[in-house]
C-alpha cells in the first residue's frame, strides 16, 4: 500500500517553568498513522489535544523529540523544509492573519510563482495564477489590484487554497480551515477539498474540532486526546460505531436537530489540562465513565478491532482472544 506521508511513534516533548521547577509536557505521545495518496485523513479532537503540533512537526515548524516522519517511504531530515520540497502546503485557520492588510492579494500568488520558477513571463504567471483561483471558483481579475478587506473570509479562504495550488502540493494541511468561516460557506470549502482529491488526486490533513464536517469530507479519521491517539479507522467505523469512551462522548456532543433529544450523561471537566496531560495511566481516566482501575496506573494498549484501532482497556481481552 503506498504511503504518502507516515508518522512513527511521532513525539513532542515542551519544557515548562524555570531552571528550579522544570517540568516536562508531552503534547504529542507516540502517535503512529499514515496518509495515502488521494485521501482525506481527519485528525479530530478538542482544543489542547496536539492536533496542531502535529502539523507543525509534519511543516518543519517545530523538531521532533523522537519518532520519525516518513514522505514517500523515504525518512524526513532535519534540515528538510517538507513544504518546499516535497509538495506540502498549509492553509491555516485565520484567512484574515494569513495576509498582510497593507498588501494586494495578487502580489502573494506573484511572489510565490517567482520564488519557485513556475513561469517565465509576466503572461505565463497571470495564466497559471488564473488556472489555480478558477479551481476554487475565482479568477485573476477578482483577485487583482485588491486588498484582503475587500473580501469576505469565505472567499480568503478559497484564495488561500488557491495559493497553496501554485506548486501542485501533493498533500494539503488543512488546520481547521472553516473554523472561522460563516456557517453557510463551511460546505463550500469541505466540499472544495474533496473535489481537489477526487479530480487532481491531492491529499489533505484536515485538522478540526468539527466532527460533522469531519464525517462528511473525510475517508479516514483518528481521534486524539491529549497526545494521543484514541480511536483510528475510517470515518464510519470510528464516528458511526466509536468504541472508545472519548469517542463516544465526542459524538453524543454533536448538537441533535430533534429539540426533545437530550444527552444521556453530563461531561465533567473535573481536572486540569496538565493534570491529564501528565496522568501514569489512560489520559482520558478522569472524565471516562467506564473507567476502571487498570486505566489509572497502565497506560492502555492499541488494539485493532477489524480494521479500527482503539487505545483502550475495555478491548484487551478480544485482542488476546
Keep these: 500500500m503506498d504511503k504518502l506521508l507516515e508518522a512513527n511513534n511521532l513525539t513532542k516533548r515542551f519544557s515548562q517553568g524555570n531552571v528550579i521547577s522544570r517540568a516536562i509536557l508531552t503534547a504529542v505521545d507516540n502517535i503512529n498513522f499514515y496518509i495515502k495518496p488521494a485521501e482525506i485523513f481527519t485528525l479530530a479532537g478538542e482544543s489542547g489535544c496536539g492536533k496542531t503540533t502535529t502539523a507543525k512537526m509534519i511543516l518543519g515548524f517545530e523538531e521532533v523529540t523522537s519518532g520519525q516522519l516518513l514522505r514517500n517511504g523515504e525518512p524526513q531530515t532535519d534540515k528538510e523544509k517538507a513544504w518546499i520540497t516535497e509538495g506540502v502546503q498549509a492553509i491555516f485557520q485565520d484567512p484574515f492573519s494569513t495576509f498582510n492588510p ?3 492579494v495578487d502580489a502573494y500568488f506573484h511572489e510565490t510563482v517567482y520564488n519557485f520558477k513556475l513561469a ?4 505565463d504567471a497571470i495564466d497559471w495564477i488564473d488556472q489555480k483561483l478558477q479551481l476554487v471558483g475565482l479568477t485573476y481579475q477578482d483577485v487583482a489590484g485588491k486588498y484582503p478587506s475587500e473580501f469576505s ?5 478559497r484564495i488561500s487554497i488557491a495559493r497553496a495550488l501554485l506548486t501542485d502540493p501533493k498533500l494539503i494541511i488543512a488546520d481547521e480551515p472553516v473554523s472561522m468561516v460563516d456557517a453557510s460557506l463551511r460546505m463550500s470549502i469541505v466540499n472544495l477539498f474533496k473535489q481537489l482529491r477526487d479530480e487532481l488526486g491531492v491529499s489533505i490533513l484536515y485538522i478540526t474540532h468539527d466532527l460533522a464536517t469531519a464525517y462528511y469530507v473525510s475517508d479516514r479519521i ?3 486526546f491529549r497526545g494521543k491517539i484514541v480511536e483510528m479507522g475510517s470515518v464510519e467505523d470510528v464516528l458511526m460505531n466509536p468504541r472508545h469512551p472519548y469517542s463516544k462522548l465526542l459524538r453524543d ?3 441533535q436537530a430533534d429539540p426533545n433529544l437530550r444527552w444521556d450523561s453530563r461531561v465533567t471537566l473535573a481536572e486540569l489540562e496538565h493534570e491529564e496531560y501528565s496522568r501514569k495511566g489512560c489520559r482520558f481516566a478522569g472524565r471516562c465513565p467506564e473507567v476502571m ?4 496506573t497502565v ?4 488494539v485493532r478491532i477489524d480494521d479500527v484501532f482503539v487505545h483502550c482497556h475495555l478491548y484487551e481481552e478480544l485482542e488476546e482472544a
Design 293 to 296: 482501575d487498570i486505566c489509572k
Design 253 to 255: 456532543s454533536i448538537p
Design 102 to 104: 497593507m498588501r494586494r
Design 153 to 157: 473570509g469565505g472567499q480568503l479562504q
Design 222 to 224: 483518528a481521534i486524539m
Design 299 to 302: 497506560v492502555p494498549p492499541d
Design 120 to 123: 517565465k513571463t509576466k503572461k
